[in-house]
């Protein structure tokens, strides 16, 4: 076997290059089909991203004070030290995490419980109806899911019946006023939440379940086990993978709530009512910042900027945890 | 297929069950079907309150079928030119978004998919981070407010053009598409070659029709999500014969909750006027409630976090 001479190596990184680009010119249309999507990710993913340096001037929409985002004054951290000396800005913060909390405690379980006891419908037939039937909100849109929330919840007035289950919390729990009030912000959130999200996302833990073998439980059964005990020693098991990893992931995404539906919710009551429970990053943004060109939009942009690079580390951090716990991960 | 054995296995190993396991499968049942019946309540609600007549509406008497049956607000909805105008809009935004989209998808991620692409890992990189950090919303909304005045600027006033081609990409669904693109076996990649075929052949007549199923999921992402947009339409499209759908509805059901909230319901007519609100929300969801029949078999595809990796 002969080595490679010194002059051999030195002649195939000078045409490391050109052969390089020969390659490149062969593949040219592999080249073209990735264009559109790279255009579309640094027009409308990157180029704001870049503009996120506005947190760090003093940029108005009405163009005083220099102009566009890269040329108005620079303030440094001054946007940040508003934002953190705001209460409002604390509360929507602790809202965020309290919201998702919550939504995490009262959430996760609904889709694991509906899972358990899909497989347990013998009749497919009537399973497969059960289970489209329970899908089906996730594809509602979230200003019909909120108009239906408004018009369903609304109060008694002088002329007119409360919504049908505003009027029982009227009669039973003499709650009054629910959408403009604060403390049933967070239950009528995940409450909702669980109605539009929590069948379709059994998908996966029903997936796991049945992908468990009928001999554990056999075993589980010769040994005297009863259900609960199955339940507990063959099943939980079973699809602890998945549980663990949807888990991890449901922590990743904590800052990520559907601000959507949040302003939409907002919406519902009247103006302002609700903020104190309500308010949440995203939304804090909007209503304060995004619809008052008058006040500095660089204090909206370090709420945005603080907000990403908190929900990016919690991500990572999950996600790295879901590496080491399951060999799985979504990135 | 084996994970239907395994159930079929189970059920069958269940024929002498003992009284846990029978209670259990009760309250199985008893539960699943008050869940069902919890998901569709208010869909069936809006549909007999939007059929209901005056007075039982307004005295809270529909609690599950209509009462009164009257049409008379499907008909106003019908006769409301404005309400028509934002529906054709989201139907134009739902068919030029979802092809645009899926477009750019299947072209990237079949790009992507390929080892031979020069710096694929970056681009797969420059993709997957925008699911990690997003710009905030005022960058964004900057953004769009920049990019219409680009577009009006080139002669193009329809804003629905806006909302086609600046929103809805979703760096997921090109993923989900990429690993399905990954996973065709190179033999037939080398097949095709060797027969002369061209990457746009061989993406079109080898890669699409075996990722069949993958690709209607994400179309039929796009398409919901498309259909369903709010927020960004609501922020940047100004004219008002361009607004689609979600934002129309949104603005006249609020109007009509402050009115009755206000000046009390109105108590002359054939219909209250929530029947109205009831009948423009049962129009928006029609065509979801068409086409899912036809869509609901695919689901398993789009949570396969396993499919998930890089």
């Excluded at chain 1, 059994?202 to 997936?207: D, M």
């Excluded at chain 1, 008052?292 to 909206?300: D, K, V």
């Excluded at chain 2, 100004?238 to 006249?252: A, G, M, R, T, W």
Aim: aromatic share 14%.
């Amino acid at each position: 076997m002969t080595l490679a001479s010194e002059y051999e190596i030195e002649n195939l990184e000078k045409n490391y290059w050109k052969n390089k680009g020969k390659e490149i010119l062969k593949d040219w249309q592999i080249y073209v089909m990735v264009i559109p999507l790279v255009t579309f990710l640094i027009l409308w993913k990157y180029f704001p991203i870049s503009s996120m340096v506005m947190s760090f001037k003093y940029y108005r929409s009405d163009s005083s004070f220099g102009g566009g985002v890269y040329t108005s004054l620079f303030i440094g951290l001054d946007a940040f030290k508003v934002l953190f000396n705001s209460a409002d800005f604390w509360t929507a913060f602790r809202n965020t995490f309290v919201l998702s909390f919550y939504g995490l405690v009262f959430g996760f379980p609904v889709p694991i419980i509906l899972a358990l006891l899909f497989s347990e419908i013998r009749n497919t037939g009537y399973r497969s109806v059960v289970q489209i039937f329970s899908y089906l909100p996730k594809f509602i849109s979230t200003v019909v899911v909120t108009s239906l929330i408004g018009l369903l919840l609304s109060s008694s007035s002088a002329s007119v019946n409360a919504g049908v289950i505003g009027g029982i919390f009227e009669r039973w729990f003499g709650l009054t006023n629910m959408l403009s009030s604060p403390s049933c912000f967070r239950p009528i959130f995940i409450v909702s939440g669980i109605w539009q999200t929590a069948g379709y996302s059994s998908i996966v833990y029903f997936a796991a379940i049945i992908g468990i073998s009928p001999t554990n439980y056999e075993a589980a059964r010769i040994d005297g086990a009863s259900k609960m005990q199955q339940i507990r020693y063959v099943t939980i098991p079973g699809m602890s993978s998945t549980l663990t990893i949807m888990l991890i992931l449901r922590m990743g995404s904590l800052l990520k709530i559907g601000y959507e539906k949040v302003f939409l919710l907002q919406q519902q009551g009247s103006v302002g009512s609700t903020y104190e429970t309500s308010q949440i990053i995203s939304t804090y943004v909007i209503n304060n910042i995004m619809s008052n060109g008058n006040i500095n939009q660089g204090i909206g942009a370090a709420a945005d900027l603080f907000n990403s690079l908190l929900s990016m580390f919690l991500v990572l951090g999950s996600n790295q945890i879901a590496r080491r716990v399951s060999t799985t991960s979504l990135f | 297929m084996k994970n239907k054995q395994n159930l079929k296995a189970r059920h069958d190993g269940f024929k002498r069950m003992d009284t846990s396991e029978i209670v259990f499968k009760i309250i199985s049942y008893f539960i699943v079907t008050i869940f069902a019946l919890f998901c569709l309540y208010p869909l069936i609600y809006a549909i007999s309150a939007s059929l209901s007549g005056i007075q039982a509406v307004n005295g809270g008497k529909v609690v599950f079928l209509p009462i009164d049956i009257q049409i008379d607000a499907f008909k106003d909805v019908i006769l409301e030119k404005y309400f028509w105008i934002s529906y054709s809009n989201t139907m134009f935004i739902t068919f030029y978004g979802t092809i645009y989209c899926m477009l750019l998808s299947i072209l990237g991620a079949y790009a992507l998919s390929k080892a031979n692409l020069f710096g694929h890992k970056f681009l797969n990189f420059i993709l997957i981070f925008t699911m990690w950090f997003s710009a905030g919303m005022i960058p964004i909304y900057l953004n769009y407010i920049q990019t219409r005045t680009i577009l009006g600027n080139m002669g193009i006033a329809d804003q629905k053009w806006l909302v086609v081609l600046a929103m809805g990409m979703s760096a997921f669904n090109v993923i989900l598409l990429r690993n399905s693109f990954e996973s065709v076996p190179k033999e037939i990649e080398e097949a095709a070659k060797v027969d002369g075929a061209n990457e746009f052949q061989i993406m079109s007549k080898v890669f699409v029709p075996m990722s069949k199923a993958t690709i209607a999921t994400v179309a039929l992402f796009y398409g919901v999500s498309r259909w369903n947009g709010y927020f960004w339409a609501m922020k940047t499209v100004e004219n008002i014969y361009d607004k689609p759908l979600q934002v129309v509805i949104q603005s006249e059901i609020a109007t009509i909750q402050e009115q009755v909230s206000e000046y009390g319901a109105q108590t002359v007519g054939a219909y209250a006027s929530q029947s109205f609100a009831y009948a423009m929300i049962v129009c928006a969801i029609i065509p979801i409630l068409l086409i899912y029949p036809f869509i609901q078999k695919y689901f398993a595809v789009g949570v396969n976090i396993g499919g998930v990796k890089e």
